[in-house]
């Protein structure tokens, strides 16, 4: 109780930011991140508290609110990083808040769903002024040519899944983007359930992302093997093992994906 009290005292000394003045720091994205987000051991992957974040709700809808008033004049003058931010945490946030809406009985994201539609393409908010669907942040607005042009955001939004690169318990901000990718890459590539280099085989068993997204690796690096390689010393831990995947001489296969809730246990 005393806690709930301290949460709600902290998230009311947060100013508010009409939107013209739009709070870069994510403060309330960032707060409940703090509060409902916790790393597993290891530090390579993390569970999301879905029944904290809808006792929360309302703090969440706030924050949510804050970033559907922000409207197109005041998106074009932001610094490139302010918008990919803005955008990242957006994806992040609007897909906790679609989670909810089918808590606790949702078990995966795919449950909500339907046969003729996915749930990333349900439009289910406003965003700069047009009704959005999830998909339309990452297809239409992050990954869309010449807008960003970074394939590390692959580990930076999260479906909500098990599978999925972490969701951080913090808020993407600007001045801290590279870095914040950079640590979400190195995370999820040294978890070994689901990035790992095979002895017996000699290939790398990657996950499933790199096999959907692998053109956007291929267009930073040349190619998937390439764009690894970079991290080898997090793939693997023999010095030898290492300097095959550099060499690009490792096989590559895919794992399947984990579609389950990424739901604190």
């Known amino acids: 109780m005393i806690r709930k009290f301290l949460f709600v005292t902290l998230l009311s000394l947060i100013p508010f930011f ?3 003045a739009f709070d870069h720091s994510h403060a309330q994205w960032d707060a409940l991140t703090k509060k409902h987000v916790v790393w597993l051991p290891g530090g390579h992957a993390s569970q999301v508290d879905y029944k904290g974040f809808q006792a929360d709700r309302q703090a969440l809808k706030a924050y949510l609110g804050g970033v559907s008033s922000v409207n197109q004049a005041d998106y074009d003058g932001w610094s490139k990083s302010q918008k990919l931010a803005f955008l990242i945490n957006a994806y992040n946030a609007f897909t906790v808040e679609l989670i909810l809406t089918g808590y606790p009985e949702v078990k995966s994201i795919k449950d909500l769903g339907s046969l003729i539609r996915s749930p990333w393409k349900k439009k289910f908010f406003t965003l700069l002024g047009k009704e959005h669907g999830l998909d339309d942040i990452e297809q239409g607005m992050i990954r869309a040519p010449g807008s960003f042009d970074e394939a590390r955001i692959h580990m930076a939004l999260n479906c909500a899944s098990i599978g999925c690169p972490a969701l951080r318990d913090e808020a993407y901000v600007a001045d801290k983007l590279d870095a914040q990718f950079e640590d979400s890459v190195v995370r999820f590539l040294s978890d070994r359930s689901r990035n790992r280099f095979n002895d017996q ?49 490792a096989k590559l296969e895919f794992l399947d994906y984990d579609w389950a809730l990424n739901d604190k246990k």
């Open 18 to 20: 009409p939107a013209h």
């Open 201 to 249: 085989g000699g290939r790398l068993e990657m996950s499933k992302i790199f096999d959907w997204y692998g053109k956007d690796f291929a267009a930073r690096s040349g190619s998937v093997e390439a764009w690894l390689a970079r991290y080898a010393d997090k793939l693997a831990d023999e010095p030898k093992v290492q300097q095959t995947i550099r060499d690009r001489k």
